[in-house]
């Protein structure tokens, strides 16, 4: 690039840039980007590098201090190559990002049904196999004592496995990894829906686990690098967030349906139809890729979370069946206490960590995973307890208690929607988190008045608008800040951290909340006969002390939301801003 052409296109172009700033560079050669901190006036390389059938972008005209990111997994039209990026020379910043691959998506909005599909498969089967577990256990001959390991099997590969399973995404490619995640999950469903005993059913659920592991984080993932424009952003977080949300209501409905009126390992082979659906839809609508700067596997670090969030999820799960006091209890969770806090410190020196410090010390991105880590744990206040509540008190059948969630799902969805998309871009999370996290509190507090004789219509119908209000304030909104913003080959893990926070947070407050339950109600019975009534009476108890406990969790999200979330509208991020959606 020599001499300035005499093209009339290029000549307009140079003088717009002359207008721009007077310390114009020398025509036809692209000046380097100024280092931080240079005063204002220089001319960009994105400005010089423009071809002239290239139409200006929103807002041309105006100076650049320096070269912008290349938005990630954009890829712009084809065009004669631009001279290269000089070095960066700054001091104290990153160097700009390199251009990750995809391309702007015309179906995006049926990827997102994709996306929900398979995150609705995961969300759900955390709950419609509680509703199964009565038939299995009839069927399969196994002891209560070893009921609980049809559930905390998948807690503990899900919880314990989803970093890993997100950074595998990342570095092998989120399209591959969401279509291995389908075919495995659905596997493990099908060994499970006719497992002729115990110890397969166990092992099929903790193999749903893992390949859950690797869908959940690609599916959040691909949703990031699928919408970034912020408009249809909110939008495609809010059904998200709905869809999320939801999971464990439609999951009881369903499992209700398909216990009462087929048989119990339906509520296994129904994974099959979501699987097959979703893994279509992906094999036709999704890109392959990954980002060409993916980093390389932490295995230290690998090791350690995963090994960490097993002794923790496995010491809250033990104390579901063992007294606090029980050795094994302890130990496990001290084990875990310790190996996540040497994961932090080795995240601090090691060359390609597997959690980045800077995804988690954002301030908006850290208070999401806080409000995701609390909001799990008091949900099962609800889902769990309030399900005791309608079938033992109020005798209803599965399908009657699923029924009896509808209005909740259908507040969630409808507040979900609304908030991500009118609220929060006016408002900002600050405000709305923390309104969901405080009606979420008020609905559970509210439930501590259910007795024996309350109807649904006028007793447990309110709270449950009002709790599922408060929930898709929290959900989306959340969601969406925790993986706004977020580089290409930091998505896959930003988003593991959102499944991570919810699922270690739902196993905490299980194992709290069953465990404080039984002790009221143990309690109660204490110099009293015990009579029907007076069972009844313990029930209720327990039910109400789990109430006040899961509305004490919401109160401290309250607090924490609206300390940590800074104030106003969402600040645009360097990576966002595209002029339309990316995929990867």
């Not at 800074?566 to 339309?580: C, D, L, N, T, V």
Request: glycine share 12%; net charge neutral; proline share 8%.
């Amino acid at each position: 690039m020599g001499r300035h052409t005499k093209d009339a296109v290029e000549e307009g172009r140079a003088e717009r840039i002359a207008a721009a700033s007077e310390q114009l560079a020398t025509p036809g050669r692209a000046s380097a980007p100024d280092p931080p901190g240079a005063g204002a006036g220089r001319i960009s390389t994105a400005d010089t590098a423009d071809t002239a059938d290239t139409a200006d972008p929103p807002g041309a005209g105006t100076v650049q201090d320096s070269v912008p990111p290349p938005i990630a997994g954009y890829a712009a039209p084809a065009t004669p190559t631009p001279p290269p990026v000089a070095a960066y020379a700054g001091e104290g910043a990153a160097p700009p990002q390199a251009p990750h691959t995809g391309a702007r998506h015309e179906h995006r909005w049926l990827v997102l049904g994709v996306i929900a599909l398979a995150q609705l498969m995961v969300v759900l089967d955390a709950t419609i196999v509680n509703i199964a577990l009565p038939s299995a256990q009839r069927d399969l001959g196994f002891s209560d004592a070893n009921r609980q390991w049809i559930v905390t099997a998948y807690a503990l590969a899900f919880g314990s496995l989803l970093l890993l399973g997100g950074r595998i995404a990342d570095l092998v490619g989120r399209k591959v990894v969401f279509l291995t995640g389908l075919v495995g999950f659905a596997l493990a469903s099908a060994i499970g829906g006719a497992a002729p005993n115990f110890d397969v059913l166990v092992t099929a659920r903790a193999l749903q686990g893992v390949f859950g592991a690797l869908l959940a984080p690609a599916a959040l993932s691909l949703l990031t690098t699928t919408f970034t424009d912020p408009k249809e952003r909110a939008k495609a977080f809010g059904i998200y967030g709905a869809v999320a949300g939801t999971g464990g209501a439609v999951g009881l409905l369903l499992g209700g349906l398909l216990t009462e009126y087929l048989d119990w390992r339906w509520c296994l082979y129904v994974n099959l139809l979501f699987a097959t659906l979703a893994f279509i839809g992906a094999l036709r609508l999704l890109h392959p890729g990954a980002p060409p700067d993916r980093p390389r596997l932490d295995i230290p670090g690998t090791l350690l979370v995963s090994a960490g969030l097993f002794c923790i999820v496995y010491g809250f799960s033990n104390a579901q069946t063992h007294a606090w006091s029980s050795d094994r209890t302890w130990g496990f969770l001290a084990a875990g206490g310790v190996l996540l806090a040497a994961f932090a410190g080795w995240q601090t020196r090691a060359a390609h960590p597997l959690l980045p410090l800077r995804v988690v010390l954002d301030r908006d991105r850290g208070a999401s995973y806080l409000a995701m880590f609390i909001s799990g744990a008091g949900m099962f206040g609800v889902f769990l307890f309030l399900t005791y509540y309608l079938q033992q008190i109020l005798r209803y059948s599965p399908v009657q208690t699923g029924l009896a969630f509808l209005p909740m799902v259908f507040a969630m969805i409808v507040s979900s929607v609304t908030a991500q998309n009118k609220l929060v871009p006016k408002l900002g999370a600050r405000p709305i988190v923390p309104v969901g996290m405080g009606l979420g509190a008020a609905g559970l507090a509210w439930m501590t008045a259910l007795d024996a004789t309350s109807g649904y219509a006028t007793h447990v119908l309110p709270p449950l608008l009002v709790m599922g209000v408060g929930m898709g304030l929290i959900f989306a909104p959340a969601m969406s800040v925790a993986t706004a913003g977020v580089a290409a080959h930091d998505a896959g893990v930003a988003s593991a951290m959102v499944n991570t926070s919810q699922q270690v947070g739902g196993s905490i407050g299980t194992a709290l909340l069953n465990t404080l339950a039984t002790s009221a109600a143990a309690n109660y019975l204490v110099g009293k006969q015990p009579t029907p009534a007076v069972r009844v009476s313990a029930q209720l108890q327990s039910y109400s002390t789990a109430y006040w406990w899961s509305a004490s969790f919401f109160a401290l999200g309250l607090l924490v939301s609206v300390t940590l979330y800074r104030k106003g509208p969402p600040r645009p991020h360097p990576s966002e801003g595209a002029p339309g959606p990316a995929h990867m």
